[in-house]
């Protein structure tokens, strides 16, 4: 009787804490689908009378959201896939390669995690314009194609590669790349998927730095472009509904099919802080 | 061995390769042909609808708008100075042209204007002209003019006993003073939010003496004409002809004016439109706009609005300078003003049918004829802030006017700190 | 080839990038902020002066940047323990034998985390508009008066906190989940046959047992809302009457809209001083009370 009880308890707690969660998606669903203006009407209405599809045909059409879009996607699928490239390498090194200093250079990156990114911003702003890559694409992309979290979460992986596996293929006249190549990352598989992924939300979801970086609108990844839509259309709801649906589901759908890999590499990267 | 070697430099020169390509597709394609504008708020959604008609007189020409919001305009035209990517024209309002000359960022136009038959400098306001000139170099052309004056109730006058809007001071007082004895009680003769300098402002620059002193090394605040400004405004604040609101309490200035609320309002063109709209067909005989009174006689007023210039690092200068003489043609110029209301800097472009008649703009026409420019020093945005600050302060009753004065002066002298350095460090600079 | 030699070939690119993009642009803040450079000095490096500590001098004698502060602090005080109840209550509750459709459950609690800031907090702005917003309606029919939940000085960070609290909690919820799983069973098993009630267990075996847990998550949570930004961004812009501008977002102001590089720099690194020495603290608190603790049984 007692346990019954608790368990309603319980399950009826877990399904509050899940509608509190899901209410806003779901809200910002629903009024995307709704006629222009019937959101800020008395009583608030939960679903449209009838839905429509004008405010996306409005952003894509007028508002530029498919240059956003592909902006958002160019530039995140160009982090991701740099960022592997270098954290890869370098936290294999760290893991399995040896040279002098290794342990003190591992220390000093993993001491720099205190620093926050943003006190960096003003000069490397100043070096970029030097450069000639403000308002460009790889403005965005150059300062995060290497990550110490990643090359962190990599070399946590890569030592649990054996060493004899390595010497064996070095007594076989295997060279460090072709090591590399051919051994070591079909092995580090299942932390390049979790890399991608939290590699792809943390680049889909940045703003701070793309919104200093990028001075032109033809360059704006989506979050920059409906941060500055939120600013002069404060009063489309249905509009800027439509465009965070746009924003989000991308990255949700992204969590959702691969869920496992990302909460994984979520409990590997907290392990040591 | 080699086979590894050229492995591993086959990947390094494909992540070179990859940051390469991200660079040039990063450059605008340069065609020589496309001109960038950028055009704040209404003026940049209104001066799209002309763009065609410059296309067509110039073939091989495209021009691409950008609409800047009003809210971001300033922050947007520093960053793009600060990441080297200024447009080719933009509009500027004529308070920030010496902060970007500061900058070096603005083309010199006198060299164009001395070979262009459509600009006339002698056409164009005399007080608007100045403030496109810093340290006797032109770095714009005038595009719109804006300046406050009175917007008054005749009714609520004439009730009063007082035929015509008043001409100088001592009749504004009067008026305004008799005004609040008829009414009082929820009523004032006039309303001065507290956080818009632009009403001080008027009137200090209608004073004889200038705002900064030692060419802008430091306030002037101190002068008599100074406090003289500021001792009047606050004593409409004292003897209650004017409410201590900011204009974020106002909800609707225009209806509460249309209620009799207040008889003056200091404000601006676009205000001609707003009262059109908004108040009722029949209250349309009771307002009427008039110059700004002076303290001897009709006063001076503020010389604002915006300009066109050319950024220095432009690739399209010629271009950008035939955009600008086709804004600067009178018809243009009354086009633009039927399709937004933004009064034109010309006297040729006044000749047209929709402001020669127009009663209200009249007044305008009349004010520009003598409006003074503000301190051409990049700092006036912020000096100006925080003269405003202080003001509010005085009109409260928490500083007397002297003490407000003197307290402008520190803070505009600290605001100027890094100007004077500057001056008497490398004066060969400039 | 050496193996040291093939070593730096693999770290090269990484580090080159870190380098020259990380740590040389700290550095460079370090020095920034020793001088007043601003729009003249990026106009000519001829009117750059060294000034020495003045900025920090001044920011110490700016009431904005104390108002910054506290906001900031405000934010931090009340929105990091809020988040690490929620995520401990719900990941007790995932963790509970009684649950049902776990994954579902663990799925929907974490969506929010995914999600952009930038997104989602437009769409709470609509959620708590005072007129329309399905928020004051749900309190309207409690009978409670509408709250100018963004407008309200005294009601927008607590907004921003909320908002802030429903984004993140699941983050933590996720690793503290595991915590609790790698508590061995026997201990419960233990403490069941001396008749512990499950209060008592909670006190006396789950909290120790998760005691480096918490710690690692309350000094990522502090350090990161420490860095608030992009919520008042969207939400309130800094307002009203500038009750939530944060830290940060006084250094974006004095830095990208005045181009006041040196102070903006200084703003920076008072920021990672007080987060570094406010993690410090901490780490000293819970190593004290890990003292006290291995003395007490």
Known sequence: ?????????????????????????????????????????LPPPLLPAHATLANYRELFAHAGMGRYLLNSLLVSSAITALSLACNLMAGYAFAKLRFAGRERLFQALIGALVIPAQVAMLPLFLLLKYIGLVNSYAGVIVPGMATIFGIYLVRQYARGIPDELLEAARIDGAGEWRIFTLIVLPLLKPIIVTLAIFSFLAAWNDFMWPLIVLTGQEHYTLPIALASLAREHAQDSELMMAGSVVTVMPVLLLFLSLQRYYLEGLLLGSVKG | MSFRRSRRWRSAALLIGALAGLCACSRPHDDGQTLTLWAMGREGEVVAQLMPAFERAHPGIHVEVQQLPWKVAHQKLLTAFAGNTTPDVAQLGNTWIAEL??????????PYVAHSRVVQPADYFPGIWATNVIDGTLYGVPWYVDTRLLFYRRDLLHAAGFDAPPRDWAEWSRQMATLQVHDGGGRYAILLPTNEFE?????????????????????????AGFKRALAFYVGMFQQHQAPLVANTEVSNPWTEFGRGVYAFYLSGAWNIGEFRRRLPAAQQGDWATAPLPGPHGTGTGI?????????????????????????????????????????????????????????????????????????????????????????????????TVDQAAAEIDRRTDAILEKRRWMLDHHRGNR | ??????????????????????????????????????????????????????????????????????????????????????????????????????????????????????????????????????????????????????????????????????????????????????????????????????????????????????????????????????????????????????????????????????????VAFLLFVIIFVVTMLLLKLARRGEQVDGASP
């Open chain 1, 1 to 41: 009787m007692n346990t019954r009880l608790a368990k309603v308890l319980v399950n009826g707690l877990l399904c509050g804490a899940a509608l509190v969660a899901l209410l806003p998606l779901l809200w910002m669903l629903s009024v995307s689908f709704m006629a222009p203006g019937e959101a800020s009407s």
């Open chain 2, 101 to 110: 000359d500061a900058l070096h960022a603005l083309e010199p136009l006198q």
């Open chain 2, 199 to 223: 009403q001080l402002l008027s009137l200090a620059l209608q004073q004889d003496e200038p705002l900064l002193r030692d060419g802008g090394r430091y306030g002037n605040f101190e002068s």
């Open chain 2, 303 to 399: 010389a604002g609005g915006s300009s066109l210039v050319i950024f220095r690092a432009s690739p399209h200068k010629a271009q950008a300078w035939l955009l600008i003489e086709y804004l600067s043609q009178p018809q243009v110029q009354q086009q633009f003003y039927e399709l937004l209301g933004d009064m034109p800097p010309r006297r040729a472009s006044w000749q047209g049918k929709a402001l020669r008649d127009d009663p209200a703009a009249q007044a305008f026409r009349e004010q520009l004829e003598r409006v003074k420019p503000t301190p051409a020093v990049p700092e006036w945005e912020r000096i100006v802030t925080e003269m405003q600050l202080v003001a509010a302060r005085a009109a409260h009753g928490e500083v």
């Open chain 3, 1 to 266: 080839m050496s193996a040291r030699r093939t070593a730096w070939w693999f770290l090269s690119p990484a580090l080159l990038v870190l380098g020259l993009f990380f740590v040389l642009p700290v550095i460079a803040a370090l020095a920034l902020s020793l001088t007043d450079y601003d729009l003249y000095a990026l106009a000519d490096i001829r009117n750059l002066r060294f000034v020495a500590l003045q900025n920090y001098w001044d920011l110490l004698h700016r009431p904005l940047f104390w108002s910054a502060l506290g906001n900031t602090f405000y934010f931090v005080a009340v929105g990091v323990p809020l988040s690490i109840g929620a995520s401990l209550a719900s990941a007790l509750l995932l963790n509970s034998p009684l649950a049902r459709i776990k994954p579902f459950f663990r799925t929907a609690l974490f969506a929010p985390v995914v999600t952009t800031v930038v997104a989602v907090a437009v769409i709470w702005r609509y959620l708590f508009n005072t007129k329309y917003g399905l928020v004051n309606y749900g309190l309207a029919e409690l009978g409670i008066h509408p709250i100018d939940w963004l407008d309200d000085p005294h009601w927008a960070m607590p907004t921003i906190i909320a908002f802030a609290v429903w984004k993140n909690f699941g983050y933590n919820m996720i690793i503290i989940l595991a915590g609790l799983q790698a508590i061995p069973a026997d201990l419960y098993e233990a403490a069941r046959i001396d008749g512990a009630s499950a209060p008592r267990q909670f006190w006396h075996i789950t909290l120790p047992m998760l005691k480096p847990t918490m710690l690692m998550v309350a000094i990522l949570t502090v350090a990161g809302y420490f860095q608030l930004f992009a919520e008042p961004y969207v939400m309130t812009e800094g307002g009203p009457l500038q009750s939530t501008i944060s830290v940060l977002y006084l250094m974006y102001e004095d830095g990208f809209k005045w181009w006041n590089l040196g102070v903006a720099s200084a």
